[in-house]
């Protein structure tokens, strides 16, 4: 065991986060057995190494492990979690625990027989952790670690500390709140690139290459973390890349299940469980009429997750509309209920309709939200302020 204590020292030492995620606020600590969710690269293991070093310093009652070490193709993680709290332990992290073949049993093992020691795990957004499995549906907490908010990228370009802002200020005090932040730094200026890459960390370490890392991970998930989790063959996996690269040259996408079906040449079943893959695999968002989100039901849209994939998938199928309507849905859905109406772009927690669009767009029912304007009237509001919701 001495070993993984120098590596988590090595971790601790090593490891220097230049952004602070809003998600470690969010998570109830207490919490006997918390998961992490998050696509590949958007700073797992960062996230967890900070959070160690916030709540516990150098102390040696918490340790971090990466469950990719092939130690635990032998030692069964309970058995390690047991020694470990009897060594004094109190919180275990374990990495990637999808890694691990029989991680549930071994979780609820540890829940049921280590009353005093918290574990802390992360995963892939696709792996089912409390979904239809009774060992763990009732004592995990989940959280997702999302990309960067707008708000988030702001304040590291800038290095103000802009707070997040809630949906009813925001349609209530716009223009005050506006005029506040505007004094301060000019949003425009850094919101275009950050729609083509400041979601997703990759960004702190090399711009130039942004755009392959994003397409690595992309398709490492495809490959592994979507055909593996939900044990679909490999050769089937040019269907789901079709079906992605489907979607980002249409969106926002309409679905025709019979015609995609035919395109893609499988069963309109197939192509329903593919379009949950892919939004479990938060590669894109899907949007229904009754804000439901039935996924055994065709959605009304589809929406690639973010406008970096838009970038990174189909470049030359970005418009200011793919991307106005893609950045809305992504901030605003985060902790909200989207769901298409007929007479306006998206409608938000049943009560507000917004039209998204340039600066001249109009509210005709409801609210606009309007690109490239600093500050907005009445019911228009900019686009940018809601990159301010997390």
Same mark, same amino acid.
């Given at each position: 065991?001495?070993?993984?204590?120098?590596?988590?020292?090595?971790?601790?030492?090593?490891?220097?986060?230049?952004?602070?995620?809003?998600?470690?606020?969010?998570?109830?600590?207490?919490?006997? +057995? =918390?998961?992490?969710?998050?696509?590949?690269?958007?700073?797992?293991?960062?996230?967890? =190494?900070?959070? =160690?070093?916030?709540?516990?310093?150098?102390?040696?009652?918490?340790?971090?492990?990466?469950?990719?070490?092939?130690?635990?193709?032998?030692?069964?993680?309970?058995?390690?979690?047991?020694?470990?709290?009897?060594?004094?332990?109190? &919180?275990?992290?374990?990495?990637?625990?999808?890694?691990?073949?029989?991680?549930?049993?071994? +979780?609820?093992?540890?829940?049921?027989?280590?009353?005093?020691?918290?574990?802390?795990?992360? %995963?892939?957004?696709?792996?089912?952790?409390?979904?239809?499995?009774?060992?763990?549906?009732?004592?995990?907490? &989940?959280?997702?670690?999302?990309?960067?908010?707008?708000?988030?990228?702001?304040?590291?370009?800038?290095?103000?500390?802009?707070?997040?802002?809630?949906?009813?200020?925001?349609?209530?005090?716009?223009?005050?709140?506006?005029?506040?932040?505007?004094?301060?730094?000019?949003?425009?200026?850094?919101?275009?690139?950050?729609?083509?890459?400041?979601?997703?960390?990759?960004? $702190?370490?090399?711009?130039?290459?942004?755009?392959?890392?994003?397409?690595?991970?992309?398709?490492?998930?495809?490959?592994?973390?979507?055909?593996?989790?939900?044990?679909?063959?490999?050769?089937? +996996?040019?269907?789901?890349?079709?079906?992605?690269?489907?979607?980002?040259?249409?969106?926002?996408?309409?679905?025709?299940?019979?015609?995609?079906?035919?395109?893609?040449?499988?069963?309109?079943? %197939?192509?329903?469980?593919? $379009?949950?893959?892919?939004?479990?695999?938060?590669?894109?968002?899907?949007?229904?009429?009754?804000?439901?989100?039935?996924?055994?039901?065709?959605?009304?849209?589809?929406?690639?997750?973010?406008?970096? =994939?838009?970038?990174?998938?189909?470049?030359?199928?970005?418009?200011?509309?793919?991307?106005?309507?893609?950045?809305?849905?992504?901030?605003?859905?985060?902790?909200?209920?989207?769901?298409?109406?007929?007479?306006?772009?998206?409608?938000?927690?049943?009560?507000?309709?917004?039209?998204?669009?340039?600066?001249? %767009?109009?509210?005709?029912?409801?609210?606009?939200?309007?690109?490239?304007?600093?500050?907005?009237?009445?019911?228009?509001?900019? $686009?940018? $302020?809601?990159?301010?919701?997390?």
């Amino acid at each position: 065991m001495e070993k993984f204590f120098h590596s988590h020292i090595n971790q601790l030492e090593n490891t220097n986060p230049v952004l602070t995620r809003e998600l470690f606020n969010e998570i109830d600590w207490s919490h006997r +057995l =918390i998961g992490i969710k998050g696509f590949r690269g958007v700073g797992k293991t960062t996230f967890l =190494i900070d959070s =160690i070093k916030r709540m516990f310093g150098s102390k040696n009652d918490c340790l971090y492990l990466n469950l990719n070490n092939f130690y635990f193709t032998r030692r069964k993680i309970f058995s390690f979690a047991d020694e470990f709290s009897k060594r004094g332990g109190k &919180l275990l992290v374990l990495d990637q625990i999808h890694k691990y073949p029989d991680w549930s049993t071994e +979780l609820r093992q540890c829940y049921d027989n280590i009353p005093d020691l918290h574990i802390v795990f992360s %995963t892939s957004p696709v792996l089912r952790v409390t979904e239809g499995n009774d060992e763990l549906k009732d004592i995990a907490k &989940l959280y997702h670690l999302e990309g960067l908010s707008f708000r988030e990228f702001l304040n590291y370009m800038t290095g103000e500390e802009f707070p997040r802002i809630s949906l009813n200020d925001i349609i209530e005090n716009h223009v005050e709140i506006s005029k506040e932040i505007i004094n301060k730094v000019k949003p425009l200026a850094f919101f275009p690139e950050y729609l083509r890459r400041g979601y997703y960390p990759y960004f $702190l370490d090399d711009k130039l290459f942004y755009n392959d890392n994003l397409l690595k991970h992309i398709n490492l998930a495809l490959e592994i973390d979507v055909t593996y989790l939900n044990q679909i063959e490999l050769q089937y +996996l040019p269907k789901l890349r079709k079906l992605l690269f489907t979607i980002a040259q249409e969106v926002p996408f309409k679905p025709n299940v019979s015609k995609l079906s035919n395109e893609i040449e499988t069963s309109r079943a %197939t192509i329903m469980n593919y $379009l949950r893959y892919l939004k479990h695999a938060r590669m894109i968002n899907m949007v229904y009429a009754n804000g439901d989100e039935d996924e055994m039901k065709k959605p009304d849209k589809v929406y690639l997750h973010n406008t970096n =994939i838009l970038y990174a998938v189909d470049p030359d199928n970005v418009d200011n509309r793919n991307l106005r309507q893609t950045f809305f849905l992504n901030q605003v859905g985060y902790q909200n209920t989207v769901r298409a109406v007929k007479k306006a772009d998206f409608e938000i927690n049943d009560q507000y309709k917004f039209h998204v669009g340039g600066k001249y %767009t109009k509210p005709k029912d409801g609210f606009a939200a309007a690109d490239r304007i600093e500050v907005g009237k009445d019911r228009i509001i900019p $686009l940018w $302020l809601f990159g301010f919701l997390y």
